[in-house]
């Protein structure tokens, strides 16, 4: 695997792969390549007949990808998945890995506006061909979108305050550059500032990708793709994604309860539930890899639904 220095530490790699129960000859997506440290490990277990398909939005990762004749490689978010499964003639797969959040190599790289520890552009886009950027966003939203954003992506305690501040900011602002729109908010800061722009940024983050859609039509895309006894793993980072994941893996929906149909039935879900409290990571691997604390692992299998609803 060549990889551009430490790109991304892989998080609950032997959890999530073992959870997979990999068939040495079956057809395998890592949603999300990155570094390549969970399709390295997903390759191993396979044979000659064996197949991955790996998805990355971001540019960067393309650098990362080995030359392996069993794997193929889409640069495009995993939102499309079962558009591109199509276009290499692959309708069924045996098993679906996601490692949702910001990569270690996102983080660090200053240019790229993820991190709050550096200055640079506030950017955040994970696909960078993408138009819209989190200073557009800045620039842009009505006082009513941001602080809709804020409140709900991100959980900042002021929201409504920190909306209405940007919107008076940015008539004397250009609020593009990290430290300068830091710097230009402090006065509204509540708490440990360092948390509460992690907060503000994750919020901007979420937006600029559309990260929960995109996870929300994954989902149901993977649950129609996978074979009955497949399984399906993903890695999330707050709670925001948890709740998507957990509701669906156990409600087959997004919502806290399973929904009935307009006839009252209540459809069947077709997975179950694996994991039933979320893996985290071990004492060792929080001690390599603290940035892995916030992780957990959800893990379901495709069931065969009866056709007696």
């Known amino acids: 695997m060549k990889q551009v220095g430490i790109y991304h530490l892989p998080v609950l790699l032997h959890e999530a792969v073992a959870g997979l129960q990999i068939d040495p000859s079956g057809i395998y997506v890592d949603c999300t390549f990155g570094g390549g440290g969970h399709s390295g490990a997903i390759l191993k277990q396979l044979n000659s007949n064996g197949k991955l398909i790996a998805f990355d939005q971001d540019a960067d990762a393309v650098k990362n990808v080995p030359d392996d004749k069993r794997l193929i490689f889409i640069p ?3 939102r499309h998945l079962r558009r591109f499964l199509r276009l290499h003639k692959i309708l069924e797969v045996n098993g679906i890995l996601a490692d949702l959040g910001v990569s270690s190599h996102q983080f660090d790289a200053a240019e790229r506006g993820f991190s709050t520890r550096f200055n640079g552009p506030i950017d955040m886009r994970m696909n960078t061909k993408e138009k819209m950027n989190a200073a557009d966003v800045l620039k842009n939203y009505s006082e009513e979108k941001l602080h809709k954003i804020f409140e709900e992506y991100g959980e900042v305690t002021n929201s409504k305050t920190l909306a209405k501040t940007i919107i008076q900011l940015r008539k004397s602002y250009s609020l593009s550059g990290i430290d300068e729109f830091k ?9 440990n500032p360092e948390k509460y722009f992690a ?3 994750q919020a901007l983050r979420i937006e600029v ?11 149901l895309q993977a649950s129609d793709t996978l074979v009955e006894g497949g399984r399906i793993a993903v890695i999330t980072f707050h709670s925001l994604e948890d709740r998507i994941v957990k509701n669906f893996f156990k409600n087959g929906n997004f919502d806290e309860i399973q929904q009935a149909d307009v006839y009252g039935n209540i459809p069947e879900n077709t997975l179950k539930v694996i994991t039933k409290k979320p893996v985290t990571p071990s004492a060792e691997e929080l001690k390599k890899n603290p940035r892995s604390r916030s992780s957990k692992l959800r893990i379901a299998e495709k069931i065969k639904v009866s056709l007696n609803n």
């Open 76 to 78: 495009h978010n995993f």
């Open 183 to 191: 710097n230009a908010l402090f006065p509204v800061v509540k708490g």
């Open 199 to 201: 907060k503000v940024f």
């Open 209 to 219: 990708n559309d990260e929960l859609n995109a996870l929300k039509e994954m989902l």
